[in-house]
Every structure is written in structure tokens, then in C-alpha cells.
């Protein structure tokens, strides 16, 4: 007699979210079989007898609030011979994040350890204030920005539409607070999505880190990073007189090789030798940046 269980959709084993998920198991056999046990934190396993012949079970767990865990769902067959589903369910973590003091770059990178959990930003906010950025907390499952976003200014909301980027006045909704309170620390729930200000119920807390999210050009300049809507620009003009590689950029044509030269060149604003410019520290360098031709 042959008995041949084969999970669908993961490895050797079953890994579920903490926000508890159904995955389905496809047992094949030649004898007749039970579901004898299940973990306490899964519904029971359905269906949960067959006979010969392939079939689909479906096994749900539920929502996990506390720590990772681990069981198996036992399969039986008359022969009093025994075979198991693994199953691994994440725990519910919970984040503590501390507000950044953004005295440079204005968007931050969360970390657990070497994965990143969340984003920080400073940012305008339609609605919000017409002068003023708000501080955003934004979660970041699987590592990607999520467009939904908690001021902690105000414990206000902001919900970013990407299908609504060309339309300024829809791009975004910004829901005003009852409290106008601000924090320098909030907690945010990766199974569930939930920020608070306050330490929310069923997660295993954890510290984080943040990181300035800065762009290094080649010549080694770092640049702050401002976030502009669902984009990312440098908070200061490009000052790099070398391409992605290293090959210097021409500079200081003549006027005449500038209006026919059909590759890429660069200069300062009133000075044509962008080089001299950065070694003179010429202020139109410092302050504008670098020109380059289209």
C-alpha cells in the first residue's frame, strides 16, 4: 500500500501567515485514510477521510498573535501506518518604530535586523498643511511601501491612489484625526496593517532601526532623498561629472561645439568647465548643481 501526500504551493512544508491563510494538500493513495489529529490553531482539515484514489484537502489556520509555531496534521490508514502534513505558522511581530529627527534626508528606511518592515518620510500631504511636511509611517510587507500611511503629527491618515498619478486633486486622501497629538513613537502590525501610537494588543514586540534612504552617484556624492507623492527624487541638483561606470563627462566646450555635439557634455552655470567649478567650490556648483545637454 502506497500513501503520497503532496503540498501545494510550498516546499517540504506548509508556511502560513500570521494572519492565518487555507492551503490545500493533494493526498494520493490506494487504501482508504483518516485525519486523526490537527493543531488546536487550525479548523479541522477538510475533507477529512478518503479512499483510494487522489484528493484535495484543504487546511485552514487560524490568526496567530503570539510567536511562530509548529505542528502536523495526522494522516491514518487501516494498517495503523501513520503519515503527516508539516505545518509552520509566523508569529505576529510587533514593531516599535522611533521617529527619525530628518535633519538631512527626508524618507527612512525600518529594519528588523537586515529586512526591511516599514518607511518613514517627510512629506506635503494634500489637506494636511499648505507649509508645513507631515511625518508619515508607512509598512513595508515584503519589503515594498504600502500606500497607506500614519501621520505621526496628528495621527491623521493618507491613502495614496497610483491609478490616480496624473490626476493631482484624487492622487491622494488625507482623512483628519479626532486628536491632534504627535509622537516620536508608533507600533505597527505587519499581520494585520494596523499603526498606533500605542502599544497594540497580541504581537510579540520588537525593536527596529533606521536607515536614511540616500543615492550615491559614482564619484561617491551622496544625495538626500525626498519623496514627492509615490516617487523618489534627490533633494539637490546631480553635481557627478563622470557616467554610471566611471567615463568623465566632457566639459568646457566652446560655444560652437556645444551647439553640435550629439553626445553627452556638462558645465556650470556661468562657468563652461564644470571640473574647475568643483575644484574652485564655485557656488553655481555647490548650490545648482551641474548642467547637462539633452
Request: glycine content about 8%; charged content about 15%; some cysteine.
Amino acid at each position: 500500500m502506497y500513501t503520497h501526500i503532496l503540498p501545494e504551493h510550498c516546499a517540504s512544508l506548509a508556511v502560513y501567515a500570521a494572519q492565518g491563510e487555507t492551503k490545500e494538500f493533494t493526498v494520493t493513495a490506494n487504501t482508504a485514510w483518516e485525519v486523526v489529529s490537527w493543531p488546536s490553531w487550525c479548523q479541522q482539515p477538510s475533507p477529512a477521510q478518503g479512499t483510494t484514489g487522489s484528493a484535495v484537502i484543504a487546511v485552514t489556520a487560524l490568526e496567530n498573535y503570539m510567536e511562530q509555531r509548529d505542528s502536523v496534521v495526522t494522516l491514518r490508514i487501516p494498517s495503523g501506518e501513520k503519515y503527516y502534513i508539516s505545518l509552520t505558522q509566523y508569529g505576529a511581530v510587533l514593531y516599535r518604530v522611533e521617529i527619525p529627527a530628518f535633519s538631512s534626508t527626508r524618507a527612512f528606511n525600518v529594519y528588523d535586523g537586515e529586512q526591511k518592515v516599514a518607511e518613514v518620510c517627510k512629506e506635503y500631504i494634500k489637506g494636511y498643511s499648505e507649509t508645513q511636511p507631515a511625518v508619515v509611517l508607512y509598512g513595508a510587507p515584503a519589503g515594498v511601501r504600502a500606500n497607506t500611511g500614519f501621520l505621526a503629527d496628528n495621527c491623521g491618515q493618507v491613502v495614496w491612489d497610483p491609478a490616480q498619478a496624473a490626476n493631482a486633486a484624487g492622487f491622494c486622501t488625507y482623512t483628519a484625526p479626532v486628536s491632534s497629538q504627535s509622537y516620536t513613537v508608533l507600533y505597527y502590525k505587519p499581520s494585520t496593517g494596523e499603526i498606533s501610537p500605542v502599544e497594540l494588543p497580541n504581537g510579540t514586540l520588537k525593536n527596529t532601526t533606521n536607515a536614511a534612504v540616500t543615492f550615491t552617484d559614482w564619484e561617491g556624492t551622496v544625495y538626500n532623498i525626498v519623496k514627492v507623492g509615490l516617487t523618489y527624487w534627490t533633494g539637490s541638483n546631480l553635481r557627478a561629472l563622470t557616467y554610471a561606470g566611471g567615463t568623465t563627462i566632457p566639459t568646457n566646450l566652446a560655444t560652437t561645439a556645444w551647439t553640435s555635439t550629439t553626445s553627452g557634455a556638462c558645465c556650470v552655470y556661468g562657468n563652461p568647465d564644470a571640473g574647475a567649478a568643483k575644484t574652485g567650490s564655485d557656488i553655481n556648483f555647490t548650490t545648482y548643481g551641474v548642467l547637462y545637454n539633452g
